[in-house]
C-alpha cells in the first residue's frame, strides 16, 4: 500500500480510497486494490478504512474474492446511473447502502482527523499544542478570606513602566472577513520583548494560543505586572475571560498580577473566589493540575473609564512552586474547541459508547468550524418504537468565556453515554439532542460572550439571518422540528455566572395558564433536592423580562417546550451545607451532569409521588413569598400568580450587544459613504424628481447661455420682435410658414435665478405651431411703454390666444430646410409673487423644427439656448 509521511496527503489517499477511486501503481498495486476493495467491510461498519492491513503474500482466495469483487463493482457502476448507492461486501455478499447526506454526515473514522481549527486571518497563533491533565485536589480548596489591608494599586501605565508583551488586538479590520486552518500566515512577530532571556528577572507571558486572552504586560515594578485583556474580537466590550502562560519565572519570589480593564461593577472575587494555576512541573511530578492560588486578592475601581464607563481591577500576589516552570494562569478551567474534538473522538472509537451515539455536524460557523449534535437513544426493533420515545435537548458553551458549562457538559455525557442502569434506562426512553458547543468560534479566539459577529448568541434566536447566526439558527431550526415530530419533555442550556454562588435555574412562568404555574418550578427543586450543596433553588428565577426574549430559553418556550430552562453554575463555589466557602473543582462540575440525568429520571418517573410532593412544597414557598411581599397571609393562590415577588435575572450585560453583526453594520456604512439613501414618502419622491428635472433645465440652459451682455435699460425691454431671414420665399413657402407660441408654466415650483442675469426661468417651455403671423396688439401694446417708460397692465400681462396660451411669433419660409440658427423672440411674464422686472431675451436653436406623428401641432426643438437683448 502506498503510504506517505505528510499527513495532508496520508489523508487525501484515505479519502480517495474511500470512495473507490484510488487503485495504485506499481510493484505494490495487488496489496493497494485489496485495501481499496475492502475498504467498506460490514465487520468495521465505516468507522476504521485504515485500519485494513493485506498481508505481505496474498492468497489466491484472496486474489479471487478481489476479482469477483471487481467485476462486479463495475457492473454496478455502469448500470446503476447514481453516485448515491454505495456498495458493501460481507462474506463475498454485496450489501447496498445509501449514502450519507452532504449537509449532515457522520465524522468517518477514528483515524481521519477532524478538521483543522479555524481562526480569523487577523490572528496569529504560536504552533504549540497545549494540554491539561485533569485532577481534581483531595480536599475542597476554600474561598480567600479578605483582611482588610490588601493593597489597590492604580494603573501605572505604558510611560511609568515597561512593555514587556504586547499583541495587536487581533482586529485589523472592525469586522470578520475570512477564517484559516491556524490563523494568519504572515510571520508571527516576537510578542515579548526579553520572552526566553534567563538571565533577566522579567516573566515571559504567551496567549497566542486556543482560548487564550492577554493583550498587554506592563512592568510597573521589580515583581509586579500590570495586565490588560482584550476585548471580544470586534467589539470594545466584555473582558472577563483570561488565561495566558507564563514562563521565566523564580521560585519563592512573589509577584503581584494586577488586571486593569475589568467592565463589571461586582465580582466573585470580592467573595472570595480565586484564580486558578497549572504548572507543568507539578502536573509532571506529582500528578498535579489547575488549582486555585493567590493571596491579597482585591476587586476595585480604578480611575481610569472606557467609553464614559469606569473601569475595574483585580489585583493578587502569587508564588510559583518551580523555578523556570511553564504556568497557565486563567479565570475558570479552561475547555477547548479541541478538547471538544478530542471527546467526540473517543466516543466514536469505542465502540460500546458509538452503538447508541451518533455525531453529526449541525452547521459551520461564521469562521467554518464545525458545530456538532449528538443523537443518543438506545436502538429501537421497529419504527413505532422509535417514533413513540420523548426527546430531551441540551446545549452548552453559547458563551465562549463560560467554560464551566462545557465541565458540566462532559458530565452530562459521561453519565448518559456509561453502562449503569439508570443510563440505560435514560436512554431507552428518551431521544437526547445535544449541542455541546454552540460558539466554536468565539471559544477559540478567547472570546468571553460574543461571536465573530460582534453579538451575543444567547439574544438572537429569533434572528432571520441564517449566515451571520448560524449556530443558533440551525439549532432552533432542529428544535422546531424536532417539536413537529414528538414530544419534547425538557430543553435546558447549560452557562455560567460570574456574580452569585452556587447552581441554579433559569425558567418560565405561564401566567395565562395558574394550573401550570407551579409545574415548571418542579424540575428545579427536584435537582436541590439531589444536589443539596449545590444547587440553590432559592437562587432561581422564572420570570420572563422583555430584554432577554432571543434568549434560547424563552425561544424554545415560546415553541411548545413546557420545561425550558437556563443551568447556571458558578465561577466561584458553594455556600451551602458542607461545601460551605469552598470552590467548585472540575469534579464538581461534572457531578452536576450527573445530577442532572438522576433528576430527569424523578421529574418523568410514572409514579408521581415525588413531583405531588414538590407541588405541596412549592405551594408553601410561595405562599411565604407572597406573605413576605404583601406583608400578609394568603388562603388561595389563585390570582396572585401575576405578584411580582422575583428579581430581574442579573448578571449579564449582553443587551449591549444586541443589533446587526459588525460586518452587516460595516456593509451597511461603506454603503452610505457611496450614496445615502434615506426613505422617503411618495410625495416627497414626486417633488425630488420634479426638482430635479428643473434643476437639470436649468443647467442645461446655463450651459448653452452665449454671448451674454449688460442688462438693458427700461426703454429697450419689452420690444417684442419677430426676425425673419433675408430669404424670399415663395408663395407655396408662404402658405406653410409657422408660428410658435410658448406657453409658460406657472405650476407652482419656485423658480430658479440665473447665475448672471436676473431672469426668472418659471418652467419648461412648449412649443405650439400656430396660424397667425403677427400681433398687432402686441406690437402696439409694446411700443406704447417705451415711449411712457413705464409698464402698464397691458404690458404685464402676455398676449394670449383663444385658449389662453402666452403667445409669442415665429416665422420660416423654409421649415423642412430650417437649419441655421435662429432667434426667437419671448417675452418673459412676471409673476404676482416675483420682484424680478421683465426683460426680453431670445431662445437660439439648431435644429429641425418639425411636427411630430401623433402629437397635434407640437413642434420638436433640441439643443436650445438662452440670448439676452
Known amino acids: 500500500m502506498q503510504t506517505s509521511d505528510d499527513p495532508y496527503e496520508s489523508f487525501i489517499l ?19 486494490k485489496v485495501s481499496a476493495v475492502r475498504t467498506w467491510d460490514g465487520t468495521h461498519n465505516s468507522l476504521a478504512t485504515d485500519a485494513i492491513h493485506s498481508p505481505t503474500n496474498s492468497t489466491d482466495l484472496e486474489e479471487e474474492a478481489e476479482a469477483h469483487q471487481e467485476q462486479f463493482s463495475f457492473s454496478v457502476e455502469k448500470y446503476l446511473r447514481t453516485r448515491q448507492l454505495l456498495i458493501d461486501f460481507q462474506g463475498g455478499r454485496p450489501i447496498p447502502r445509501l449514502r450519507e447526506p452532504l449537509d449532515l454526515f457522520t465524522i468517518p473514522s477514528t483515524s481521519s482527523p477532524f478538521q483543522g481549527v479555524r481562526w480569523p486571518v487577523e490572528c496569529k497563533v504560536i504552533c504549540d499544542k497545549i494540554h491539561h491533565i485533569e485532577w481534581d485536589p483531595p480536599e475542597p480548596e476554600p474561598f480567600y478570606q479578605q483582611t482588610g489591608h490588601e493593597r489597590t494599586p492604580m494603573p501605572a501605565g505604558e510611560e511609568r513602566g515597561n512593555t514587556v508583551y504586547c499583541i495587536d488586538s487581533a482586529t485589523k ?58 476585548n471580544d474580537m470586534y467589539t470594545t466590550k466584555h473582558t472577563q475571560w483570561f488565561y495566558f502562560r507564563v514562563r521565566n519565572m523564580k521560585a519563592g519570589i512573589t509577584y503581584r498580577f494586577t488586571i486593569i480593564n475589568l467592565m463589571k461593577s461586582s465580582s466573585l472575587y470580592e467573595a472570595g473566589m480565586r484564580p486558578l494555576l497549572y504548572s ?50 486563567a479565570h475558570c478551567y479552561p475547555y477547548t474547541y479541541s478538547d471538544l474534538q478530542r471527546y467526540l473522538r473517543g466516543v466514536i472509537s469505542d465502540t460500546a459508547r458509538a452503538a447508541h451515539c451518533k455525531v453529526r455536524v449541525l452547521c459551520r460557523s461564521l469562521a467554518g468550524n464545525a458545530v456538532y449534535v449528538l443523537t443518543i437513544t438506545a436502538p429501537c426493533s421497529t419504527w413505532q ?10 446545549t452548552a458553551r453559547v458563551h465562549p468565556g463560560e467554560t464551566n458549562g462545557s465541565w458540566m457538559m462532559q458530565g452530562f455525557l459521561d453519565f448518559l453515554l456509561g453502562d449503569s442502569p439508570d443510563a440505560r434506562l435514560l436512554r431507552e426512553t428518551f431521544v437526547f439532542k445535544v449541542v455541546p458547543m454552540l460558539n466554536p468560534d468565539g471559544v477559540v479566539v478567547g472570546n468571553y460572550r460574543c461571536s465573530l459577529t460582534g453579538c451575543d448568541l444567547n439574544r438572537n434566536y429569533r434572528t432571520l439571518l441564517r449566515d451571520s447566526f448560524p449556530c443558533v439558527w440551525y439549532t432552533r431550526n432542529m428544535v422546531k422540528r424536532l417539536v413537529a415530530e414528538r414530544e419534547v419533555v ?8 460570574s456574580r452569585k454562588n452556587n447552581v441554579f435555574m433559569y425558567g418560565c412562568n405561564d401566567h395565562k395558564d395558574a394550573s401550570l404555574h407551579l409545574h415548571d418550578r418542579i424540575f428545579p427543586l427536584m435537582m436541590s433536592k439531589n444536589a443539596q450543596d449545590k444547587f440553590s433553588f432559592r437562587s432561581c428565577k422564572f420570570k420572563m423580562q422583555k430584554s432577554k426574549e432571543g434568549t434560547g430559553r424563552i425561544v424554545m418556550w415560546r415553541l411548545g417546550i413546557r420545561n425550558s430552562y437556563t443551568m447556571e453554575s458558578t465561577f466561584g463555589g458553594s455556600t451551602l451545607g458542607a461545601r460551605k466557602g469552598t470552590h467548585f473543582s472540575m469534579g464538581d462540575l461534572k457531578s452536576l451532569g450527573y445530577h442532572f440525568c438522576d433528576t430527569l429520571l424523578d421529574f418523568c418517573d410514572p409514579d408521581q409521588t415525588k413531583a405531588e410532593h414538590c407541588l405541596v412544597e412549592l405551594g408553601a414557598l410561595l405562599r411565604q413569598e407572597i406573605r413576605q411581599k404583601l406583608g400578609r397571609d394568603v388562603d388561595s393562590l389563585e ?35 457611496v450614496k445615502k439613501k434615506h426613505l422617503r414618502s411618495r410625495k416627497e ?23 451674454t451682455d449688460a442688462l438693458p435699460s427700461n426703454e429697450d425691454m419689452l420690444k417684442v420682435r419677430i426676425q425673419e431671414k433675408n430669404t424670399t420665399p415663395g408663395k407655396d413657402m408662404m402658405d406653410k410658414s409657422q408660428k410658435l407660441a410658448v406657453r409658460v408654466n406657472q405650476s407652482g415650483r419656485s423658480w430658479i435665478p440665473h447665475p448672471t442675469t436676473r431672469i426668472g426661468i418659471l418652467g419648461p417651455a412648449t412649443f405650439w405651431e400656430q396660424k397667425p403671423d403677427k400681433n398687432p396688439y402686441l406690437e402696439a401694446v409694446s411700443a406704447d411703454c417705451l415711449r411712457n417708460r413705464d409698464l402698464t397692465d397691458a404690458c404685464r400681462r402676455p398676449a394670449t390666444d383663444q385658449t389662453g396660451r ?44 418639425r411636427a411630430q406623428d401623433g402629437i397635434r401641432g407640437r413642434c420638436s426643438v433640441s439643443n436650445m439656448s438662452l440670448q439676452l437683448y
Not at 484515505?14 to 493497494?32: A, E, N
Not at 509532571?284 to 480611575?303: D, F, P, Q, T, V
Not at 426638482?691 to 454671448?707: G, V, Y
Not at 423672440?825 to 409673487?833: G, K
Request: some cysteine; glycine content about 6%.
Open 14 to 32: 484515505q479519502h480517495l480510497k474511500h470512495y473507490g477511486l484510488f487503485t495504485g501503481q506499481g510493484s505494490s498495486s495487488v496489496q493497494t
Open 173 to 230: 479590520t472592525s469586522y470578520f472577513t475570512r477564517s484559516r486552518v491556524g490563523g494568519g500566515r504572515e510571520p508571527k512577530k516576537n510578542a515579548t520583548s526579553c520572552a526566553n532571556n534567563k538571565e533577566t528577572s522579567t516573566l515571559s507571558f504567551e496567549s497566542r494560543f486556543e482560548s487564550g486572552n492577554l493583550q498587554k504586560a506592563v512592568q510597573v515594578g521589580l515583581y509586579d505586572y500590570e495586565l490588560t485583556l482584550r
Open 280 to 329: 507543568e512541573l507539578a502536573a509532571w511530578l506529582k500528578g498535579e493540575g489547575w488549582h486555585r492560588a493567590g493571596s491579597n486578592i482585591r476587586y476595585y475601581r480604578n480611575l481610569n473609564e472606557k467609553e464614559g464607563k469606569a473601569l475595574y481591577s483585580l489585583t493578587w500576589t502569587l508564588q510559583f512552586p518551580y523555578e523556570n516552570d511553564t504556568c497557565y494562569l
Open 385 to 394: 418504537e422509535r417514533r413513540s420515545k420523548r426527546a430531551v435537548v441540551v
Open 490 to 497: 425538557l430543553y435546558c442550556d447549560f452557562h455560567g455566572h
Open 639 to 673: 390570582g396572585l400568580f401575576d405578584v411580582d415577588i422575583e428579581s430581574s435575572t442579573s448578571g449579564s450585560n449582553s443587551t449591549e450587544s444586541d443589533g446587526l453583526p459588525v460586518h452587516l453594520l460595516n456593509c451597511a456604512d461603506e454603503t452610505m459613504k
Open 685 to 707: 419622491r414626486n417633488r425630488l424628481r420634479q426638482q430635479q428635472a428643473q434643476s437639470a433645465t436649468s443647467k442645461i440652459l446655463r450651459k448653452n447661455i452665449k454671448n
Open 806 to 849: 402666452t403667445m409669442c411669433h415665429y416665422t420660416s419660409r423654409h421649415p423642412r430646410r430650417q437649419m441655421q440658427r435662429q432667434p426667437l423672440t419671448v417675452t418673459t411674464v412676471r409673476h404676482s409673487f416675483s420682484s424680478v422686472p421683465i426683460q426680453q431675451y431670445s431662445l437660439l436653436f439648431n435644429s429641425d423644427v
